[in-house]
Protein backbone atom coordinates (compact mmCIF):
# COMPACT_ATOMS: atom_id res chain seq x y z
CA UNK A 1 0.00 0.00 0.00
CA UNK A 2 1.33 3.31 -1.29
CA UNK A 3 1.76 6.05 1.79
CA UNK A 4 1.24 9.44 2.04
CA UNK A 5 2.73 11.55 -0.35
CA UNK A 6 3.66 14.87 -0.27
CA UNK A 7 5.42 17.83 -2.23
CA UNK A 8 7.88 19.28 -2.80
CA UNK A 9 9.70 17.54 -0.13
CA UNK A 10 11.65 20.95 0.33
CA UNK A 11 11.02 24.57 -0.26
CA UNK A 12 12.64 27.97 0.39
CA UNK A 13 11.09 31.32 -0.32
CA UNK A 14 11.46 34.86 0.71
CA UNK A 15 9.12 36.77 2.94
CA UNK A 16 5.82 38.07 1.19
CA UNK A 17 5.92 35.33 -1.28
CA UNK A 18 3.89 32.62 -2.32
CA UNK A 19 4.01 28.94 -1.60
CA UNK A 20 1.59 25.90 -1.95
CA UNK A 21 1.85 22.43 -0.66
CA UNK A 22 0.65 19.32 -2.13
CA UNK A 23 -0.62 15.77 -0.51
CA UNK A 24 -2.16 12.89 -2.02
CA UNK A 25 -3.44 10.57 0.86
CA UNK A 26 -3.61 7.04 0.71
CA UNK A 27 -5.96 5.49 -1.37
CA UNK A 28 -9.66 5.41 0.25
CA UNK A 29 -9.01 7.73 3.12
CA UNK A 30 -11.84 10.25 3.78
CA UNK A 31 -10.06 11.74 6.44
CA UNK A 32 -7.07 14.58 5.92
CA UNK A 33 -5.24 16.86 8.34
CA UNK A 34 -2.54 19.08 7.60
CA UNK A 35 -0.28 19.98 10.80
CA UNK A 36 2.42 22.21 11.26
CA UNK A 37 5.31 21.44 13.26
CA UNK A 38 7.71 23.95 14.21
CA UNK A 39 11.71 23.08 15.10
CA UNK A 40 11.62 21.97 18.75
CA UNK A 41 7.74 21.12 19.10
CA UNK A 42 5.02 18.97 18.29
CA UNK A 43 2.93 18.72 14.96
CA UNK A 44 -0.38 21.38 15.63
CA UNK A 45 -3.31 20.84 13.25
CA UNK A 46 -4.12 23.04 10.51
CA UNK A 47 -7.01 22.16 9.37
CA UNK A 48 -8.96 18.76 9.00
CA UNK A 49 -11.11 17.50 5.88
CA UNK A 50 -13.68 14.34 5.59
CA UNK A 51 -13.77 13.83 2.38
CA UNK A 52 -13.81 17.57 0.24
CA UNK A 53 -15.53 19.12 3.44
CA UNK A 54 -13.63 21.08 6.11
CA UNK A 55 -14.45 19.75 9.28
CA UNK A 56 -12.27 22.20 11.80
CA UNK A 57 -10.27 25.10 10.63
CA UNK A 58 -10.03 26.79 14.07
CA UNK A 59 -6.07 26.99 14.21
CA UNK A 60 -5.54 27.74 10.52
CA UNK A 61 -4.14 31.55 10.14
CA UNK A 62 -7.41 32.57 7.33
CA UNK A 63 -5.44 35.97 7.07
CA UNK A 64 -2.86 34.20 5.04
CA UNK A 65 -3.20 30.40 4.47
CA UNK A 66 -5.76 28.58 2.25
CA UNK A 67 -6.39 24.97 2.01
CA UNK A 68 -8.71 22.62 -0.14
CA UNK A 69 -9.19 19.35 -0.93
CA UNK A 70 -10.38 18.80 -4.88
CA UNK A 71 -12.74 16.11 -5.18
CA UNK A 72 -12.29 14.44 -1.66
CA UNK A 73 -8.67 13.16 -2.51
CA UNK A 74 -5.65 15.52 -3.70
CA UNK A 75 -5.53 18.70 -0.96
CA UNK A 76 -3.34 21.60 -1.33
CA UNK A 77 -2.01 24.04 1.24
CA UNK A 78 -1.32 27.12 0.71
CA UNK A 79 0.41 30.57 2.41
CA UNK A 80 0.18 34.00 1.04
CA UNK A 81 1.82 35.99 2.08
CA UNK A 82 4.46 34.06 3.77
CA UNK A 83 6.13 35.15 6.88
CA UNK A 84 9.42 34.28 9.07
CA UNK A 85 7.51 32.77 11.33
CA UNK A 86 6.17 29.78 8.87
CA UNK A 87 9.16 27.85 8.90
CA UNK A 88 8.32 24.96 9.88
CA UNK A 89 7.58 21.57 8.20
CA UNK A 90 4.01 21.04 7.07
CA UNK A 91 2.59 17.45 7.78
CA UNK A 92 0.24 15.71 5.73
CA UNK A 93 -1.97 13.08 7.24
CA UNK A 94 -5.18 10.79 6.13
CA UNK A 95 -6.93 7.85 7.74
CA UNK A 96 -9.99 5.83 6.61
CA UNK A 97 -12.29 7.91 8.75
CA UNK A 98 -11.97 10.62 11.94
CA UNK A 99 -12.18 7.54 14.44
CA UNK A 100 -8.98 5.88 12.82
CA UNK A 101 -5.20 6.50 13.74
CA UNK A 102 -3.25 8.84 11.27
CA UNK A 103 -0.80 7.78 8.89
CA UNK A 104 1.81 10.78 8.16
CA UNK A 105 3.52 11.46 4.63
CA UNK A 106 7.16 12.29 5.02
CA UNK A 107 6.35 16.31 4.81
CA UNK A 108 7.48 19.41 3.70
CA UNK A 109 10.11 21.82 5.27
CA UNK A 110 9.47 25.01 4.57
CA UNK A 111 12.07 28.01 5.20
CA UNK A 112 10.79 31.74 4.71
CA UNK A 113 14.39 34.15 5.00
CA UNK B 1 -8.65 22.68 26.55
CA UNK B 2 -6.58 19.39 26.75
CA UNK B 3 -2.82 19.24 26.70
CA UNK B 4 0.12 16.87 26.86
CA UNK B 5 3.37 17.11 28.71
CA UNK B 6 6.57 15.29 27.93
CA UNK B 7 8.42 16.22 30.73
CA UNK B 8 12.45 15.12 29.55
CA UNK B 9 13.37 16.91 26.02
CA UNK B 10 15.77 13.43 25.97
CA UNK B 11 15.96 10.16 27.30
CA UNK B 12 19.29 8.29 26.77
CA UNK B 13 19.47 4.57 27.39
CA UNK B 14 22.33 1.34 27.04
CA UNK B 15 21.28 -1.06 24.30
CA UNK B 16 19.25 -4.13 25.78
CA UNK B 17 17.88 -2.14 28.94
CA UNK B 18 14.65 -1.27 29.74
CA UNK B 19 13.23 2.17 28.34
CA UNK B 20 10.46 4.30 29.36
CA UNK B 21 9.56 7.65 28.13
CA UNK B 22 7.25 9.64 30.09
CA UNK B 23 3.39 11.78 29.22
CA UNK B 24 1.05 13.18 31.10
CA UNK B 25 -2.00 14.56 29.95
CA UNK B 26 -4.88 16.99 30.97
CA UNK B 27 -8.83 16.68 28.95
CA UNK B 28 -11.72 16.66 30.05
CA UNK B 29 -13.59 13.46 29.86
CA UNK B 30 -12.27 10.24 29.16
CA UNK B 31 -9.07 10.56 27.01
CA UNK B 32 -8.00 8.90 23.80
CA UNK B 33 -4.31 8.88 23.88
CA UNK B 34 -1.74 7.34 21.15
CA UNK B 35 2.08 7.37 20.44
CA UNK B 36 3.93 8.53 17.35
CA UNK B 37 7.47 8.44 16.59
CA UNK B 38 9.20 10.28 13.99
CA UNK B 39 12.86 9.06 12.48
CA UNK B 40 15.00 11.78 10.64
CA UNK B 41 13.80 13.04 7.48
CA UNK B 42 10.14 11.13 7.48
CA UNK B 43 6.83 11.69 8.56
CA UNK B 44 5.53 10.27 12.16
CA UNK B 45 4.88 6.52 12.73
CA UNK B 46 1.74 4.97 14.46
CA UNK B 47 2.89 3.00 17.34
CA UNK B 48 -0.34 2.47 19.73
CA UNK B 49 -2.90 3.76 21.10
CA UNK B 50 -5.60 3.69 24.33
CA UNK B 51 -9.32 4.08 24.01
CA UNK B 52 -10.52 2.17 26.19
CA UNK B 53 -10.37 -1.62 28.24
CA UNK B 54 -6.69 -2.93 29.12
CA UNK B 55 -4.28 0.08 30.80
CA UNK B 56 -1.16 -1.86 28.95
CA UNK B 57 -1.74 -1.63 25.59
CA UNK B 58 0.44 -3.64 23.65
CA UNK B 59 2.06 -1.77 20.06
CA UNK B 60 4.13 -1.77 17.06
CA UNK B 61 8.38 -2.86 17.24
CA UNK B 62 7.91 -4.44 21.04
CA UNK B 63 6.82 -0.88 22.43
CA UNK B 64 3.80 -1.14 24.81
CA UNK B 65 1.90 1.52 27.11
CA UNK B 66 0.77 2.12 30.54
CA UNK B 67 -2.68 4.00 31.18
CA UNK B 68 -2.55 5.25 34.26
CA UNK B 69 -5.99 7.18 35.12
CA UNK B 70 -5.05 8.37 38.82
CA UNK B 71 -1.77 9.90 37.89
CA UNK B 72 -3.14 10.90 34.36
CA UNK B 73 -0.02 9.11 32.75
CA UNK B 74 0.63 6.72 29.82
CA UNK B 75 4.24 6.21 29.53
CA UNK B 76 5.56 3.96 27.23
CA UNK B 77 7.75 1.00 27.66
CA UNK B 78 10.43 -1.14 25.97
CA UNK B 79 11.71 -4.15 27.99
CA UNK B 80 14.57 -3.89 25.88
CA UNK B 81 15.86 -1.44 23.74
CA UNK B 82 17.55 -1.68 20.58
CA UNK B 83 20.32 1.59 18.82
CA UNK B 84 17.24 1.08 16.04
CA UNK B 85 15.02 2.69 18.74
CA UNK B 86 16.81 5.94 18.68
CA UNK B 87 14.01 8.94 16.90
CA UNK B 88 11.87 11.00 18.59
CA UNK B 89 8.67 10.23 20.15
CA UNK B 90 5.77 11.89 20.72
CA UNK B 91 2.44 11.29 22.81
CA UNK B 92 -0.76 12.82 21.88
CA UNK B 93 -4.26 13.42 23.31
CA UNK B 94 -7.80 13.36 21.53
CA UNK B 95 -9.38 16.48 21.72
CA UNK B 96 -12.47 15.08 23.09
CA UNK B 97 -15.24 12.67 21.53
CA UNK B 98 -13.13 10.39 19.64
CA UNK B 99 -12.72 13.20 17.18
CA UNK B 100 -9.56 12.00 16.82
CA UNK B 101 -8.07 15.86 16.11
CA UNK B 102 -5.04 15.18 18.26
CA UNK B 103 -2.90 17.40 20.37
CA UNK B 104 0.63 16.23 20.48
CA UNK B 105 3.42 16.81 22.93
CA UNK B 106 6.83 18.45 22.09
CA UNK B 107 8.55 15.31 21.46
CA UNK B 108 11.66 13.49 23.65
CA UNK B 109 13.99 12.47 21.55
CA UNK B 110 15.79 8.86 22.77
CA UNK B 111 19.13 7.84 22.42
CA UNK B 112 20.03 4.40 22.76
CA UNK B 113 24.02 3.89 23.30
CA UNK B 114 25.37 1.13 22.27
Known amino acids: EAGVAQSPRYKIIEKRQSVAFWCNPI?????LYWYQQILGQGPKLLIQ????????DSQLPKDRFSAERLKGVDSTLKIQPAKLEDSAVYLC???????????FGPGTRLTVT | AQSVAQPEDQVNVAEGNPLTVKCTYSVSGNPYLFWYVQYPNRGLQFLLK??????LVKGSYGFEAEFNKSQTSFHLKKPSALVSDSALYFC????????????FGKGTKLSVIP
Open chain 1, 93 to 103: ASSPGPVYEQY
Open chain 1, 49 to 56: FQNNGVVD
Open chain 1, 27 to 31: SGHAT
Open chain 2, 92 to 103: AVDSGAGSYQLT
Open chain 2, 50 to 55: YITGDN
